[in-house]
């Protein structure tokens, strides 16, 4: 059987990173380790579903976890997950930005109109 293409491995990466949960879950990650129980306290979500998206985190090798006394702890196994949340960042940065632009224009447009000058776009 041959190995499925590359872009589809990657939609499949991203759709795994494509969960509120999940990416919460690893920007509290780039912090350092933390205990479920945080996540639960930050999260506010019920534990049986944080459970289902750590394990597949876990599943996926962006995580690890291990145990600490009493408490499970998760960390992410590398640096790449958060240079990837860096480079979201970025993006949507620049993304919003532009629609701020677009919203001020719209907004000076509208406050044309309204006091009777023509609009400048």
Request: aromatic share 4%; glycine share 4%; proline share 6%.
């Given at each position: 059987?041959?190995?499925?293409?590359?872009y589809?491995?990657?939609?499949?990466?991203?759709?795994?990173?494509?969960?509120?949960?999940?990416?919460r879950?690893?920007?509290l990650?780039?912090?350092?380790?933390?205990?479920?129980?945080?996540?639960?306290?930050d999260?506010?979500?019920e534990?049986?579903?944080?459970?289902?998206h750590?394990?597949?985190?876990?599943?996926s090798?962006?995580?690890v976890?291990y145990?600490?006394?009493?408490?499970?702890?998760?960390?992410?196994?590398?640096?790449?997950?958060?240079?990837?949340?860096?480079?979201?960042?970025?993006?949507?940065?620049?993304?919003?930005?532009?629609?701020?632009?677009?919203?001020?224009?719209?907004?000076?447009?509208?406050?044309?109109?309204?006091?009777?000058?023509a609009?400048?776009?």
């Amino acid at each position: 059987m041959a190995a499925p293409p590359l872009y589809q491995v990657k939609a499949e990466f991203f759709r795994l990173l494509g969960h509120p949960v999940r990416i919460r879950v690893l920007e509290l990650l780039q912090h350092g380790p933390r205990p479920v129980r945080d996540f639960l306290a930050d999260l506010q979500i019920e534990p049986s579903t944080l459970s289902q998206h750590l394990a597949v985190l876990r599943r996926s090798g962006i995580v690890v976890s291990y145990r600490d006394g009493v408490n499970v702890c998760y960390e992410l196994a590398g640096t790449d997950v958060a240079d990837l949340l860096a480079a979201a960042r970025r993006i949507l940065t620049v993304m919003l930005a532009d629609r701020d632009r677009l919203l001020d224009q719209l907004r000076e447009s509208d406050d044309a109109t309204a006091s009777g000058l023509a609009p400048t776009a």
